[in-house]
């Protein structure tokens, strides 16, 4: 599975959608995924709890190992997925659909300024060695 | 540092393990979901490669007596020839070296099989024992020449004894309800000699070495066989529809089925009886073993406890646990894939009851678990 090249992606290994709202959804990549492997627990911010960025706000955790998801800029928390709560196996499913919360950044330029793509391509691969 | 293979490792890539370092070993923890391989074993079969975990074989006339010494357990349990035991052993202060499994096979041949990471410090430590061990005192005509009254020394003289590391075995496992049909119908001849072996045996089968054991809580076989056939038959079991499973999931069915990992659940700092291993060590009979002293001297204050988390989240080693009695720790933690709920062991002080409830710190959280009465699942079932 590739990266889809409409997301803003983190060097954390999170995926940020912009909504046509300006609202930005939050998840963890495919590659993330794999490394985690089978997951079991989501554990999701409060909503209206305002995060800076590369704040850690969610757990995650796998049969294997808990990790933490950070803020991938400075904003408020509006929504959470808590489908994930019963279903955390989603994120292993589809990485890219299994949102785990939603936030109204603080300034829309910060989203711009994550790595697109090919960009966090790079960052995998570079872990690779 | 180069990380050691077993033979099996280009198999494991072919079939699209995702590879770790495993104690500096290349081994394979999924391949796949650790989940679906978990659920696989406990109602089917799968395979497990445990080719890293080393075969030590000790040998000598009159061998028992090296090993009543060198066990926490007592090999006197052991009168058929292919009958194995679990056992401890422990160093002078009564601290775990390793747990083991110990095979009869004759009197002058019992055959060990050591954890992976200790295999290197146990056979020099058996290996030390060894060294200069005394036999029993000799007894009939040798008693008599021997004896001072005719001049000669009575001296119990030097045991030798061989400790001979198997590296030439490689050790596959095949776990599950479904265990043994598979490998009667992947390895000719295997059903007539092992249909009528009882749990926890063995035998041999020309060069291999078949035994009804595990570390999953079900039914099956670890099969021991030259390193240089273990290729052919995993790629056998493989065809006859036999599923690899990884370390991932080795864990949590061990974890399920109650059975202690070295390294978490006991140790050299810790005595066997705080690590759920009093069943495995003979204090009733008058034999003398390392360890026994220390042990006699140093009654348990703490025991390992069964957890189940009543809230959500993942319980896992070393969270603290607070308790009425004071504060334990968890050894070994991890979501059980049959239960669909958490749990762990901890060593906790040894009036914990069962059924008391106790409170888990992750993270920033307090949260509650119970302790039960552990193994956790077994034999496809969760057994809370």
Partial sequence: MSNPSSLKYTTSHEWVKTEADGTISIGITQHAQELLGDMVFVETPTVGRKLKAKEECTVVESVKAAADVYAPVSGEVIAVNSDLDSNPEAINEDPYAAWMFKMKPDNAADVDALLDAAAYQAVVDSEAH | ?384
């Fill in chain 2, 1 to 384: 540092m180069t990380l050691k293979t077993t033979p099996l490792n280009a198999a494991h890539r072919a079939m699209g393990a995702k590879m770790v370092d495993f104690g500096g070993w290349d081994m394979p923890v999924n391949y796949g979901s650790q989940i679906d391989e978990h659920h696989q074993v406990r109602n089917d079969v799968g395979m497990f490669d445990v080719c890293h975990m080393r075969v030590v074989d000790i040998k000598g006339a009159d061998v028992r007596i090296f090993l009543r010494y060198l066990l926490a357990n007592n090999v006197d349990k052991l009168t058929l020839p292919g009958k194995a035991l679990y056992s401890a052993m422990l160093l002078e202060n009564g601290g775990v070296i390793d747990d083991l499994i110990v095979y009869f096979m004759n009197e002058d041949w019992f055959r060990i099989v050591v954890n992976a990471g200790t295999a290197d410090k146990d056979i020099a430590w058996m290996k030390k024992q060894a060294a200069g061990f005394k036999g029993p005192l000799p007894t009939g005509e040798a008693a008599v020449a021997l004896s001072p009254a005719s001049g000669g020394k009575l001296d119990r003289g030097n045991m030798p004894i061989s400790i001979i590391s198997r590296d030439d075995l490689a050790m596959i496992a095949v776990q599950g309800p479904n265990a043994r049909a598979k490998v009667w119908e992947a390895l000719p001849g295997s059903r007539e000699l092992t249909e009528k072996l009882i749990p926890f045996s063995a035998v041999e089968m020309g060069t291999m070495f078949i035994a009804r054991t595990g570390y999953t809580g079900e039914d099956g076989f670890e099969i021991m066989i030259p390193a240089k056939a273990a290729p052919f038959f995993w790629a056998t079991l493989a065809e006859s529809g036999v599923k690899p499973i990884g370390l991932g999931a080795r864990d949590t069915l061990r974890l399920e089925a109650g059975m202690n990992l070295y390294g978490q659940d006991m140790d050299e700092s810790v005595s066997p009886l705080e690590s759920g291993l009093a069943w495995t060590v003979d204090l009733t009979s008058p034999r003398d073993f390392i360890g026994k002293t220390a042990l006699l001297a140093n009654p348990p204050v703490n025991k390992l406890a069964g957890l189940v988390l009543l809230d959500r989240g993942v319980l896992r080693g070393h969270q603290k646990v607070h308790t009425p009695h004071g504060e334990g720790e968890i050894t070994s933690g991890s979501f059980s894939p049959t239960l669909e709920k958490s749990i762990a062991l901890a060593r906790v002080p040894k009036e914990v009851a069962i059924g008391d409830t106790v409170q888990v710190a992750i993270r920033d959280k307090i949260l509650n678990a119970q302790v039960v009465k552990y193994p956790f699942a077994r034999n496809g079932k969760g057994l809370l």
